[in-house]
Each structure stands twice: as structure tokens, then as C-alpha cells.
């Protein structure tokens, strides 16, 4: 069965440039979730999806970062004027959502961004 | 911001061993999930556990929800090779509200092969 997908698996940047990482949940999965991981570190939580909305966005690190889910499935991540600071792995996750009293959270093989 | 204290940091594993590892936080959390990941993957799902004292088991992995409900502890029996690489333990505070939300994460702790 298809699990979560993420596009591209690697992004080479230039300093001050933006970029678009692109998630595709778990097909009927309500609920979905970007992290970011630094090397030798935990994935650190970003920003949440309940349906088209965000229902927590708290991770965020500045307003450089932002989100959207306009129909519910797919979810874009975007960055603005990129620093080298951003380079990380970009994790996505899905889960069934609110119909669900478990948060069983699933991920996708990440986008490895390189901001040189 | 929150913390998960997980240990070991690293260990070295011989084949047939059984391994322990384990994550305390000062914090309650109402979920506790460990993960494993390979390099170059995202974390793959091993246990989910939900109720303060619940023992559950995945094949050869054990894991619990501590009753205190600020620890979990994973045990792998009879380590062979592919279990190596790097376990993560997460889990969601019980403050948060609610049965969905973000997760947070220990800092993983490294299986390698004994040399």
C-alpha cells in the first residue's frame, strides 16, 4: 500500500532563495504533520494539519516558514529567502486524525534541503 | 522547550544479545510511540502505547508506558543484525488536549555491531 510520499528526496539551494517541499499523505489519513530533523538530533515538531486547516503551528521557527493544505491531502511547505541554518531534513507524517483516539503518526523518507 | 531524556546514547550490540533502552521526561505525557530509522528513511513505527502500565509487543521488541507516566522503556530480545541502527522514543504531552497533536522526541539511541 502507498505510504506517505515527500518530493523532492534531495534540494540544493542557494542562500536567499525559496523553495516548495511537497507532502502526499496516507490516503483517508485526516491529519498531518512536518517536522524537521538536524543531524544526530530527534525530529523537532513544525507545524500540524487537521483537514485544511493548521491546527498548531507553534513550531514554526519565524515567518519565513509557512504551510498550506488547500484541499485537505496534499501539503506544501514553504521557505522564504533561505539561510544556511535551514538545511535539515524536512519529515512529513500522517495519521487518521480526529476520527482516531490513536496518534499513530506515519512518515515519509523526508526531503533533505542544502542551503548552500 | 520540552525534553526527552532517552538512554543510552549509543551502544554496541552482538548478535543473539537482548538490548535496553529507555526515556524519562519531568513532563506527563497520554502516548508514548517508539520509532526506528535507518540512514536515509524517515522513522518507522514499531510500538504505540496508550495507558499508563500497558505492555505491549511487536515480535521481538517489548515495550511499556511507565505508570508514572513520565517514562517508557523498549527492550529488543535475541538482537540479530538488521536491528542496528537508531531508535527514537516520542510521545505527546498529556496537556496538549485532545488525542491528536505533535510529537516530541528523544535525541535516538545508536545500535551498532560490536566489532
Known amino acids: 500500500g502507498a505510504g506517505v510520499s515527500q518530493t523532492p528526496s534531495n534540494k540544493v539551494t542557494e542562500k536567499g532563495k525559496y523553495v516548495e517541499l511537497r507532502c502526499d499523505p496516507i490516503?483517508?489519513?485526516?491529519?498531518l504533520y512536518w517536522y524537521r530533523q538536524s543531524l544526530g538530533q530527534g525530529p523537532e515538531f513544525l507545524i500540524y494539519?487537521?483537514?485544511?486547516?493548521?491546527?498548531?503551528d507553534s513550531g514554526l521557527p519565524n515567518d519565513r516558514f509557512f504551510a498550506v493544505r488547500p484541499e485537505g491531502s496534499v501539503s506544501t511547505l514553504k521557505i522564504q529567502r533561505t539561510e544556511r541554518g535551514d538545511s535539515a531534513v524536512y519529515l512529513c507524517?500522517?495519521?487518521?486524525?480526529?476520527?482516531?483516539?490513536?496518534?499513530?503518526?506515519?512518515f515519509g523518507p523526508g526531503t533533505r534541503l542544502t542551503v548552500l | 522547550g520540552q525534553q526527552l531524556n532517552q538512554s543510552p546514547q549509543s551502544m554496541f550490540i552482538q548478535e543473539g544479545e537482548d538490548v535496553s533502552m529507555n526515556c524519562t521526561s519531568s513532563?506527563?505525557?497520554?502516548?508514548w510511540l517508539w520509532y526506528k530509522q535507518d540512514p536515509g528513511e524517515g522513522p518507522v513505527l514499531l510500538i504505540a502505547?496508550?495507558?499508563?502500565?500497558e505492555l505491549t509487543s511487536n515480535g521481538r521488541l517489548t515495550a511499556q508506558f511507565g505508570i508514572t507516566r513520565k517514562d517508557s522503556f523498549l527492550n529488543i530480545s535475541a538482537s540479530i543484525p538488521s536491528d542496528v541502527g537508531i531508535y527514537f522514543c516520542?510521545?505527546?504531552?498529556?496537556?496538549?488536549?485532545?488525542?491528536?497533536?505533535?510529537?516530541?522526541f528523544g535525541k535516538g539511541t545508536k545500535l551498532s555491531v560490536k566489532p
Open positions: 502505547l496508550y495507558k499508563a502500565g
Open positions: 516520542a510521545g505527546q504531552l498529556a496537556d496538549y488536549g485532545g488525542s491528536q497533536g505533535n510529537l516530541i
Open positions: 507524517a500522517s495519521s487518521p486524525g480526529s476520527q482516531s483516539t490513536y496518534n499513530e503518526q506515519f
Open positions: 490516503s483517508g489519513h485526516t491529519a
Open positions: 513532563s506527563i505525557f497520554n502516548t
Open positions: 494539519f487537521q483537514g485544511t486547516g493548521a491546527a498548531d
